[in-house]
């Protein structure tokens, strides 16, 4: 199968002509192909963008709201078929993608169409002398750039945001997984989206994503991907004056207290550290221990490590398949380098070979303990199924640790005791703290990291107010 661009309403091809091997990565095998696209294409989505801004950013918010509404609703219609693809892409259980991926993108959608309806203007009186209202106008024609570990969770959590505030939007998927943002522009034209809304380019980053970053007329980019990503689209953008929005990197602490619930703690901790192959930039890759229960804990979590289940995605099983041979190989070197650090690997560690499936991407649920805080396995981000595990004595050295490295994305912490939870959520240098629950989300919150886990915030409001500009209008009586 050959995906198209969706450019100005149509499914169009490249003008390259030129194509990529999409993998499968639970088999190995090629099953698809990615435009190869390029500036021409950015170019003529811009085109199509700009013409049709004046008529979407006009366009009575209700409207905008059904048209959105509508996507969501083919979406969940379509959940078996976008929950398929989206494994066969991502290489994650089709359960996640069913439980998870497809209906967060339809909540997506949903959110942003309605909070559109319910938003509202400031005024400030200024008592007999004037009036001051505060305007949000939509930027123009703006660009999204997404990841491949939650793609269309991910796609849409940019995208939504973008049109309902009456910008249209140049989106670019991962080239890695690219599948349901294809499927996406099928369901954008069944709902009835207007041509040149939403333009969806496929490709490299270099050639597609660089496109837009120094794209003259596209007044602002929301990223989300690496760290080294985002520093230079930094880069390239700031000097344009651009508008940024990344979500980048994570390397986060996950607290345990001893007056934790501890079976509800191993439960969710079990996930936080390997749910969609640990290839979710909140897992809590770093495990801190308070050292009264650190053996406990240990044995219990190694225990239960081992139970889970790696293999073929459509099967029953905790693990699919990592994304692609590249990432796993990468993965493997970071277990590699924990041992050469000093680490002792308590379980996994190696390569699975599923049976029929043996051309797969696929790892066991890797644990390590005995290596120092500040080692590079404890300070870089290895983006998935490892996690360290260390004890601490204090909750001063257990700040200490965690707040160590250069990320500051997100925190777990798991206490009984309301004085501690409070006091360390205040110190914990992350733009997101958990107690006692890991991946709770509200849509109305705002999300980000600080540190080199990104600048800006997504989510609720805050995506609005980035994807507009305000304008104060002064009134003299």
Known sequence: MKMLNYINGTLVAPISGDYLDNTDPSTGEIFSYVPDSDERDVQLAYEAANAAFPTWSKMAKSKRSAIMMKVASLLLENLDRFAKAESQDNGKPVWLAESVDI????????????????????THEMEDVALNYTMRQPLGVVGCISPWNLPLYLFSWKIAPALASGNCVIAKPSEV????????????????M??????????????????????????????????????????????????????????NPNLIFADC?????????????????????????????????YTQFKERFVEEVRKLKVGHPSGDVNMGAIVSKGHMEKVQSYIELGKEEGGTVLCGGNRVYPEGYEGGFYLEPTVIEGLDYDCRTNQEEIFGPVVTIMPFKTDEEALMYA????????????????????????ELHTGIVWIN???????????????????GREGGFEALRFFTEPKNVCIKF
């Open 177 to 192: 997984t690219p599948l349901t943002a294809y499927l996406l522009s099928e369901i954008c034209i069944e709902a009835g």
């Open 194 to 251: 207007p041509a040149g809304v939403l333009n969806i380019v496929h490709g490299l980053g270099p050639k597609v994503g660089e496109a837009m970053i120094v794209h003259p007329d596209i007044p602002a980019i929301s990223f989300t991907g690496g760290t080294a990503t985002g520093k230079h689209i930094a880069r390239q953008a700031a000097p344009m004056f651009k508008k940024l929005s990344l979500e980048l990197g994570g390397k």
């Open 437 to 455: 629950t890991w991946l709770l989300r509200d849509l109305r919150t705002p999300f980000g990291g600080v540190k080199q886990s990104g600048v």
């Open 261 to 293: 619930d501890f079976e509800k703690m191993i439960k969710t901790t079990l996930r936080s550290s390997f749910a969609n192959q640990g290839e979710i930039c909140l897992c809590g890759s770093r495990i801190l221990v308070e050292e009264s229960i």
């Open 403 to 426: 707040n160590s490295t250069k990320f500051g994305l997100a925190a777990t912490v798991w206490t009984s005791n309301l004085n501690r939870a409070h006091k360390v959520a205040a």
């Open 103 to 122: 209906p967060r993108a339809a909540s997506n959608f949903e959110f942003y169409a309605t909070a559109i309806l319910h938003d509202s203007a400031e």
